[in-house]
């Protein structure tokens, strides 16, 4: 059964499920600000950025990820298949759109799934980092959304959110 992130990054309570979300806005000035949440909390919406439209590159990855797959601007739907990653390694995916309407994005074979809200005449970009058992399999991203929607992806790879080492 899919876990539904419905409206903007929400975490479902799962035992197995650690989640990071990120929400930034793309700008020459901005600053990446990481929000972590908790299971059962939520994080805020992904915020506007200015009127400069960046969908045409997929997003960067906040600190030390790995890439395992891009997608360059796509409109309406697509899929992007990405690599496996190491053994205990999370899955992290940049979102980043433009124009009116939601796009659904589903993780298989992980069975997470969110929505992100794109506003036209601006360029949204959200960060999710994922960490659930089976994270490090190699899998595929599937985006819907309308015609009106421009998006990008990059997927990556990172050490579990959280960690610290002494």
Do not use: Y
Not at 111 to 120: A, K, R
Request: hydrophobic share 35%.
């Amino acid at each position: 059964m899919a876990r539904r992130l419905p409206m903007g990054p929400r975490v479902v309570a799962a035992a197995a499920l650690a989640f990071c979300a990120a929400c930034t806005t793309d700008g020459a000035d901005a600053a990446r600000t990481p929000v972590p949440t908790a299971p059962s909390a939520s994080a805020p919406a992904a915020a506007p950025g200015p009127a400069r439209d960046t969908v045409s590159s997929p997003p960067e990855l906040d600190g030390t990820g790995t890439t395992a797959g891009r997608r360059a601007e796509t409109r309406g739907g697509g899929t992007l298949a990405f690599r496996a990653g190491q053994k205990g390694d999370d899955l992290i995916l940049a979102v980043r759109c433009r124009g009116k309407g939601e796009i659904q994005v589903s993780v298989k074979p992980l069975n997470v799934d969110f929505t992100v809200t794109c506003v036209p005449g601006r360029t949204t970009t959200v960060h999710h980092q994922v960490g659930v058992a089976g994270a490090e399999r190699r899998g595929s991203v599937s985006v819907t959304g309308p015609s009106t929607v421009r998006w990008s992806m990059t997927v990556g790879r990172d050490e579990p959110a959280g960690r610290t080492d002494l």
